[in-house]
């Protein structure tokens, strides 16, 4: 069956803003209390989007979520109008107001796991949203999302939305960023592999959190109905976590046979390339492209983001084309082995740069923005279509963010009523140019 491997990408929200809110995220930590710009950081993002659609690939948006969330701050005993319980949290709460403001969503590799219907016992696509319970800012996220997929996914007889997984430490998920699927073609039954960084009843101790655990990765291999032949749960390197790679996706990216990661990325990576090759055995000959410590350290790695790539098969182009972060081009190493990588004989034939600066700041590169879901032809008829994009959505969505969004945000400025209504104005009009209806957002319904 002819399939392709679709991107969506979260559009950033009016809030966008450095809280420092992610512990073993360097980037995140780094740039706390920094000034942002909203409207720079939505218009980067949808600058990709539509380069990548021009360019034949299928290209979709998921909807930011409501920030602040209110309903999380009056659950914590803020009362009175939203006004009332925004400048009381501010006062006696600051912290809280910043874990009720970030735009965490846009990072959409982690809104869930997604398994196509090649790969799924009942011949589904399925998704499960992210349960993101490690860091508190990322943990009020699951349901909304759980939404948003409802919406655009919501043909039940093609597509299967679960809930997130339960709210406990043991089942810590942080969605598509520990997850890469490889095949020989989209529409092929392919190899799944999830990472995980910590076992979920032993004590994990360590410099930095391990986002995923195993037992997670076991419940969404169940959930999604996945051929345990067909399926490897590798260990991150903890080595690489307390780096500073706080998802695999940060060390690793792969599609079709080609997996690319360093060398550092797994705990023993030789018994990782053994799994993967049984895995794929009778299927597809998998190809990896491991790149070397003594080329890239895994602090290059890092700060550069070289991984965190799109790796991307663009119509007319006979090898893969890694649509890497600028700052991948700026890191020494990091462009002397692109120019390497290109000139050898591998999977990888070209690299690409694309600016994502306000999201980088945030430790979320090109792979971070975007969630990947492999559809048939069929299922990609069966996508709200409000939410794929075009020239004319491109259009409107730019003239959206320039109209509502903020062009510089401070930190205090998070607790002005005023970019709250913004907000609230911003994101209704939005529910109306992708068609997901007036009761999409909680301050829709109240
Ligand atoms: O979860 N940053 C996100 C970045 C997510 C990147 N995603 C992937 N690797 N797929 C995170 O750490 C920072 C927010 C702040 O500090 O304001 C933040 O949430």
């Known amino acids: 069956m002819n399939a392709s491997e679709a991107n969506f990408d979260g559009i950033v929200g009016p809030t966008h803003n450095y809280g420092g809110l992610s512990e073993g995220n360097l980037a995140s930590t780094r740039n706390e209390g920094q000034a942002s710009s909203p409207r720079q950081a939505a218009l980067e993002g949808f600058a990709k989007m539509k380069s990548l659609a021009d360019r034949g690939l299928i290209q979709g948006v998921m909807p930011p979520q409501e920030r602040p969330f209110l309903p999380q701050l009056r659950a914590m005993g803020f009362t009175g109008s939203d006004s009332e319980v925004l400048q009381s949290a501010a006062r006696e709460a600051p912290r809280f107001l910043k874990l009720v403001s970030s735009s965490s969503h846009m990072w959409a590799a982690n809104a869930a796991m997604v398994s196509p219907s090649a790969d799924t016992a009942d011949g589904r696509v399925h998704f499960t949203p992210a349960n993101l319970l490690t860091t508190p800012h990322r943990g009020i996220e699951g349901p909304q999302t759980q939404r948003a997929l409802s919406r655009i996914f919501a043909d039940e007889s093609r597509f299967a939305v679960h809930d997130t997984l339960p709210m406990q430490p043991m089942f810590a998920d942080e969605g598509a960023a520990n997850h890469v699927r490889l095949c020989e073609a989209h529409g092929d039954a392919g190899v799944e592999l999830l990472v995980w960084g910590r076992e979920g009843l032993g004590a994990y101790e360590g410099r930095f959190p391990a986002r995923q655990t195993l037992e997670s990765c076991e419940a969404i291999v169940r959930r999604h109905g996945l051929s345990a032949r067909r399926t490897v749960l ?22 079709r046979q080609a997996l690319f990661y360093h060398e550092q990325a797994f705990e023993q990576t ?77 999977p990888i034939g070209a690299v690409e740069f694309a600016d994502v600066r306000q999201s980088m700041r945030n430790g979320g590169g090109p792979a971070c923005l975007r969630l990947r879901v492999v559809l048939t ?23 959206w963010a320039e109209t509502h969004y903020r062009d510089r945000l401070d930190p205090a400025d998070l607790a002005d009523p005023q970019l709250m209504t913004e907000a609230h104005t911003a994101l209704d009009a939005l529910t109306g140019i992708l068609g997901l209806g007036g009761d999409f957002y909680a301050f829709q319904r109240v």
């Open 234 to 255: 590798a260990q991150q390197a903890r080595q690489a976590i307390e780096a500073g790679a706080f998802h695999n996706d940060v060390v690793c990216v792969g599609t």
């Open 377 to 399: 032809d069929a299922e990609h008829a069966a996508v709200l279509p409000s939410c794929l994009m075009s020239d004319e959505l491109y259009a409107r969505l730019c003239q």
């Open 270 to 346: 030789a018994r990782v390339q053994d799994a993967v090759r049984d895995a794929a055995d009778g299927l597809f000959d998998p190809v990896f492209v491991e790149v070397p410590a003594s080329a890239v350290s895994l602090n290059d790695a890092i700060t550069s983001y070289l991984f965190n790539s799109q790796l991307l098969e663009i119509p007319g182009e006979d090898r893969l084309v890694l649509l890497a972060p600028e700052e991948t081009r700026e890191n020494a190493a990091t462009r002397a082995y692109c120019e390497a990588l290109i000139a050898s004989n591998g």
